[in-house]
């Protein structure tokens, strides 16, 4: 099968993938998809009709009728008996930039919704391409089985710091914030970031943000123009993918291995403007990057000109040891923007973060930070102040590690018991809060999943979070906010579901 066919495959065979569409309309959709996001790079030819109804065991006219309508939009090219080609859209775009025109692709895709009513009507083409893939919850990784159990959460003790906050109501924590976030916050994210984390901070490089998914909006905003090229790693965090998406970068996905972001020559002859990674716990595969990894890619950023910014998402969750120190530490050349959240040691929805910048950066961010986001929150960001402050993060961490250190060993125990002589291989390493079970290659993980979802359980296919044809097929398994009653109910279902789709 050609990488082409696999990729469009891959794309057809996600259930939640424009469910209701016939199924020429959504071969149309993943085509264009894939086109946008350059996985079908302009020029590149597509397999013939024939071969890819083959190839996706569906009928030729429907391809036709699929190629036929991207055609038409300017998407592809056909030649008769030479076959077809991905048209250039950067360069359209780049023509149309020069002639003052508004930049549309190709002849512009008939507006979302006018024939479907499926989204409303009248979006850019830009919001025709961020809608029609809105898959964020597809890729979250949920507890596992029943409701996200937060119930080690100190409500109490929040609620009072809470309280105090709102009774002093100092005015000033009632505006928007123009400074990069409330500073007694910075500080404290300073001294924390320096003590647990080895990254090299001063007050003034911290930025407060609404979460990860801001600071990483920013940074594209700052960063990169747009057709600016963007290594991202193939198995990719979702949210990484769609900001830069959104930003109209190009993305170049690269593998992953056990040492995390593996560069081969043919992605060195590119030129990243940005360079997105996890070092500490590569999302999804948990991967740490190795130090000359890390050495590696501090030179590439230095002699590529390019940024690197390091998402370190989970790193107090580390069940054994220390731990590890951070990239941004190691750089001696101010390439690196660090962000970190209490998306995962608080609470969701808290929605806080925060971004290192280098000094250099420091104006143009916070300058940014205010004009494009009015950040505000800032009442919120005085009581997870005093929380870090009065010593409840230390100790809050402490207690949640012990809690999803025991809901990991206890998932880890009863799969691997259920599943000996498998060939299924459960990650060892000891952070995150989900583990990764790897399977055979030829095991339809997505499959998997929708069997697993069927009986009430949550996972996630390792194959969805490939931005290539997917190397690894594997199920994604969140722990930590699911009780040790449910994984002991739930954990030998999913094995006997595994061992099912393994003998398949
Ligand atoms: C790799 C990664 N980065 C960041 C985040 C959190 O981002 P935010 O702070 O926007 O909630 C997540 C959440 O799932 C994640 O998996």
């Not at 709102?166 to 924590?173: G, S, T, V």
């Not at 595969?285 to 890619?297: D, I, P």
Request: net charge neutral; aromatic share 8%.
């Amino acid at each position: 099968m050609s990488p082409a066919s696999d990729l469009l495959g891959h794309a057809l065979a996600q259930a939640d993938f424009h469910p209701r569409l016939p199924q020429q309309r959504r071969l149309y959709e993943a085509a264009k998809a894939a086109i946008h996001r350059q996985q079908l790079g302009a020029g590149s030819k597509l397999p013939s009709s024939r071969d890819l109804a083959r190839d996706l065991r569906i009928s030729r006219n429907t391809v036709i009728a699929a190629f036929e309508q991207l055609a038409a939009e300017g998407y592809v090219s056909s030649t008769l008996g030479s076959g077809t080609y991905v048209a250039d859209l950067q360069a359209h775009s780049a023509r149309m930039r020069g002639s003052g025109a508004t930049p549309r692709v190709g002849h512009p895709p008939p507006r979302a919704g006018s024939r479907t009513g499926e989204r409303p009507a009248d979006l850019s083409r830009r919001g025709q391409e961020l809608t029609s893939y809105a898959a964020g919850p597809r890729f979250e990784i949920q507890p596992f089985a029943g409701e996200a159990d937060f119930s080690s959460f100190p409500f109490k003790l929040w609620q009072r710091l809470q309280n105090r906050v709102w009774r002093e109501a100092p005015e000033a924590l009632l505006d928007y914030g123009q400074s990069g976030g409330h500073l007694p916050l910075r500080q404290a994210i300073t001294e924390y970031l320096r003590m647990s984390r080895s990254v090299k901070v001063e007050v003034e490089q911290v930025m407060i943000t609404a979460g990860t998914q801001q600071s990483l909006d920013l940074c594209a905003q700052l960063l990169a123009d747009a057709g600016d090229t963007a290594w991202i790693e193939d198995p990719c965090y979702w949210g990484a993918r769609r900001a830069f998406q959104a930003r109209e970068l190009k993305l170049r996905p690269i593998a992953v291995d056990g040492d995390g972001m593996a560069l081969d020559a043919a992605d060195l002859a590119t030129r990243p403007r940005l360079i997105y990674v996890t070092p500490s716990h590569q999302y999804p595969t948990g991967a740490v990057m190795s130090l000359a990894r890390r050495r590696e890619l501090l030179d590439v950023a230095v002699h590529k000109d390019a940024w690197i910014l390091e998402d370190d998402y989970d790193s107090e969750f580390r069940y054994t040891g220390r731990p590890l120190a951070a990239l941004q530490g190691l750089d001696h050349d101010d390439r690196v923007l660090y962000m970190g959240t209490f998306s995962k040691v608080i609470y969701p929805g808290i929605k806080v973060g925060y971004l290192v910048v280098p000094p250099a950066l420091i104006d143009a961010f916070k300058s940014a930070l205010y004009d494009l986001q009015r950040p505000g929150q800032l009442m919120v960001q005085a009581a997870l102040a005093d929380f870090i402050g009065l010593g409840h993060f230390t100790t809050h961490i402490r207690k949640i590690r012990q809690i999803y250190g025991a809901r990991r060993e206890l998932l880890r125990r009863t799969l691997e018991q259920r599943l000996d002589g498998q060939p299924v291989s459960i990650s060892r390493e000891e952070s995150g809060l989900h583990l990764v079970l790897e399977l055979p290659d030829d095991v339809d993980d997505v499959a998997l999943e929708q069997r697993a979802a069927d009986a009430g359980i949550q996972v996630k296919a390792l194959s969805a979070y490939f931005l290539k044809p997917p190397v690894r097929r594997g199920l994604l398994v969140g722990y930590a906010y699911c009780t040790l009653e449910k994984i002991a109910e739930c954990a030998p279902l999913l094995a006997a579901i595994i061992i099912s789709g393994v003998d398949a």
